[in-house]
Structure formats: C-alpha cells, structure tokens
C-alpha cells in the first residue's frame, strides 16, 4: 500500500506521495495509473517527495503519459506546503532539486501550517539550442508553425521546460485540443513542448490557456504563466510585471477561470 496525498495549485492537480519514508517503482507506470481520472485517483500528474544530496529535498514530477518532466511550478509549489505540514522539514526557506535545477522556495506559515508558497522561478532560457527548439534568431519571436489549417507564430521561453507561446484574438472559444496536441509534437520541437495560447486584454492583462506537454490542457501552469509573461515583454505586448488570467474551457459552453 502506497500512502500519497492528492493537492492542487489553481487546479493544476497532482498526486504527491513521500519517497523518502516508501520505496516507489516504475514510476512511469505509477503515474500513468494514478493520473487517470475514471479509473485511479485522476491527475494532471504523479509528484514524488525525494531525498537531496545538494538541497533539502529532491523532486521528481511525471506527466499523465508517464513522462519525466524538467519543471512544474504549480506542483513544487506543493512540495513546499507538504514537506512542511507534513513535518519533514521546520524550515521556512526550502531548497529543493528539480531536472531544472535548485529552486528556492518561501514559506508563508500561519497557525502552524502553510498558507502560501513563493518559488524563485530563476531567469527565463532564451537560447533555442537550450529551450530546445530548432531555430536560428535569438530570442525566438517569429517561429512559424503549422498545425491542420492554422499558422501559429511561436515565442519560445524554457523556465527549466520548454514554452512555446503563440498569439490568439479570442482565446476563451479556441479549439485548444484540436492544435494543442499536433503543435506539442512538432519536429521544430526536439523534446516536445508546452502550448500556451494568449490573448492580450491591456498591458497589464493577459488571458491564457495551456496545453501541457505529457498532460493535455491543464487549469493552470506556473511555468507557462512565467514563460507567458516573458514572452509578451519581450515582443513589446505588456509591461514588465503583468496579471495572467488562466482559463479553460469546460463543458456545456462554460468556462471555467482560475486566478
């Protein structure tokens, strides 16, 4: 028996289970099982809590599919309240490891249990040999993809995964399934990518929507947000600091929106 505890950071929901006090194997499959949502526990994803060597703790993060992810931001936001809350650790400043490297995460603790979680992303990957994805021009601003009948131009960030970040006029009613998972396999993009379609309210104001590498469209991605943000900067859309307003579309014409 596996003991794991099921959270979420603005829908964007994993399942989190201590590896360090459990051995875990075939991870892959795990994640597969527990992320299915008729027949496990239903995710966007499998995270496992892990000893460090170089930081206080270690995490691991898997897609839906099975695959081993560099980055989540939603999730290690997690780590921090669980390894907290959970008495693995009684530190406010929490190091922890990620494929992405060493994030760095504050703890807002109130009443003994954690309230909210800042990380410090680090600076946004520009270099396309580094997001990766397969262009010449540095930033990548002007990538042309195309996807059934539509050309999408790509701004591409990594904040640890690759982002590729595309323009849309009326973002609530796109068809994010549709392209979402041709443009995340396409070969411009060496080890896939994540989707984020945007649309620009003000300068102050960005809609998004995301289709997450691995995972399919997720309510929320803090990688993708960050990715987002960096990307409108740079082509001139907003200012420096921004409010990104997650969206997705549910049943029935209903959209659900997660801030």
Known sequence: MIKFTKMHGLGNDYVYIDAIHQTIEKEADLARFVSNRHFGVGADGLILICKSEIADFKMRMFNSDGSEAEMCGNGIRCVGKFVYDKGLTNKTTVTIETLAGIKTLKLNVKREKVETVKV??????????????????????????????????????????????????????????????????????????????????????????????????????????????????????????????????????RMEERR
Not at 165 to 191: C, D, H, W
Not at 236 to 249: E, I, M, S
Request: aromatic share 8%; proline share 4%; glycine share 6%.
């Open 120 to 253: 410090d992303m680090g600076e946004p990957v520009l270099a396309p040999e580094k997001i990766p994805v397969m262009a010449i021009e540095e930033p990548v601003k002007n990538l042309k993809v195309k996807a059934l009948d539509k050309e999408f131009t790509f701004t591409c960030v990594s904040m640890g995964n690759p982002h590729a970040v595309t323009l849309i006029q009326e973002v609530q009613n796109f068809e994010v399934e549709r392209y979402g998972k041709i443009l995340e396999t396409a070969s411009v993009f060496p080890n896939k990518t994540n989707v984020e379609f945007i649309e620009i309210q003000d300068k102050e104001h960005i809609k998004m929507r995301v289709w997450e590498r691995g995972s399919g469209e997720t309510l929320a991605c803090g990688t993708g947000a960050c990715a987002t943000a960096v990307s409108c900067y740079l082509n001139g859309f907003t200012k420096r600091h921004v409010f990104v307003q997650l969206l997705r579309w549910r049943a029935r014409n």
